[in-house]
């Protein structure tokens, strides 16, 4: 994995292939557990990826608000 956003998206996906197997053979209270915790870090790694994406728009938001501002050089 060469990013964070990289390694959330290939935990997501793991999460939801875990989540997959354990709803075909659900039939404990543990496996009904642990279905609700899978699906919380799925969800904490959706918000993570959610962050981060706001991070980056906010970053490009702000760099171009600042080459719009900034005087423009004489020649």
Request: charge should be negative; charged fraction near 25%.
């Amino acid at each position: 994995m060469s990013n964070p956003e990289q390694h959330n998206y290939a935990e997501i996906e793991r999460l939801e292939e875990l989540l997959s197997k354990l709803r075909a053979e659900a039939g404990t209270a543990r496996e009904t557990e642990a279905i609700r915790e899978i699906g919380l870090e799925i969800a904490l790694a959706v918000r993570e990826v959610g962050a981060m994406l706001v991070n980056v728009g906010w970053e490009q938001s702000y760099a171009q608000t600042n080459q719009s501002n900034a005087p423009a050089e004489r020649s």
